[in-house]
């Protein structure tokens, strides 16, 4: 996954520099971002304990499995205009692994920042899903890295209290992969909490700049990211864009939104 990350990075910064796209995204600003759908009434016959998704939990509340995450991802139906591609989950294999790459990055305080930026956490999970989503007619603009991921009710809350409070914490860091896990090529800094509310249980949001840091040198991109519990799923959003502020479309926040609710 981490070195996806720094594939898709390298691409959207070729592309644009080939094109000199400088047009904004459609994403508006995450202070005038609408209150997404509340929790839906329907429910299946089944008798198990229910999330607000209508989906099961499972018998040992240990959140969705990946049968019920995948349900829940984004189709090309759910976001005309754009293209689907799934990385992890929905028949692709999951990196649970990964958690030791994320558990080693200095400065320690900042791991859970670290983590969100690759649309993780330092806790173990039951599901994921991370998805590319990009538009069909403008792919140098409208982009997001989706990423879902259901966690033990509690772990959950868990992962959202250890963020904030690492925000709080790492605005001037400078955090970097372990030399151990020469995979994991991206570091990141500056991360500046941003104001957001209206989506799911819990919402927190930030950006930070991206850089290249396993071999060579890379550009410093900047990245943004909102992050939003609901129930004990998380979905994580992150787009990156060198020449411009980057925004995440809210087609895409509030698609995916609606099948979590």
Do not use: W
């Amino acid at each position: 996954m981490l070195r996806r990350r720094v594939v898709a990075a390298a691409g959207v910064v070729s592309a644009l520099a080939l094109t000199g796209a400088c047009g904004a995204d459609s994403g508006d600003d995450a202070g005038a971002r609408e209150k997404a759908a509340t929790a839906g009434s329907a429910s299946p016959a089944s008798s198990a304990p229910q999330q607000a998704s209508g989906l099961p939990v499972s018998a040992t509340g240990k959140g969705l499995d990946q049968k019920g995450l995948d349900r829940l991802a984004l189709t090309v139906d759910d976001v005309p205009g754009y293209t689907v591609d799934t990385v992890t989950g929905k028949g692709s294999p999951v990196d649970h692994d990964v958690l030791t790459a994320y558990r080693a990055v200095t400065p320690a305080p900042c791991r859970p920042v670290y983590a969100a930026t690759e649309q993780g956490s330092l806790h173990d999970f039951t599901a994921q899903v991370l998805q590319d989503v990009v538009s069909a007619s403008d792919d140098l603009g409208q982009h997001a890295s989706v990423g879902l991921t259901s966690y033990a009710p509690a772990d959950a809350r868990r992962v959202m209290t250890e963020l904030r409070a690492a925000l709080a914490k790492c605005a001037t860091a400078e955090m970097r992969p372990s030399a151990a896990h020469p995979d994991a090529g991206l570091g990141y800094s500056g991360a500046r909490s941003r104001s957001v509310s209206g989506y799911g249980d819990e919402t927190l949001a930030f950006d930070a700049t991206q850089v290249v840091v396993d071999g060579g040198i890379g550009p410093s991109i900047p990245l943004t990211v909102l992050v939003v519990r609901q129930d004990s799923t998380i979905a994580t959003f992150t787009s990156v864009n060198p020449v411009q502020p980057p925004t995440i479309p809210q087609d895409i926040v509030d698609a995916q939104l609606k099948k979590l609710a």
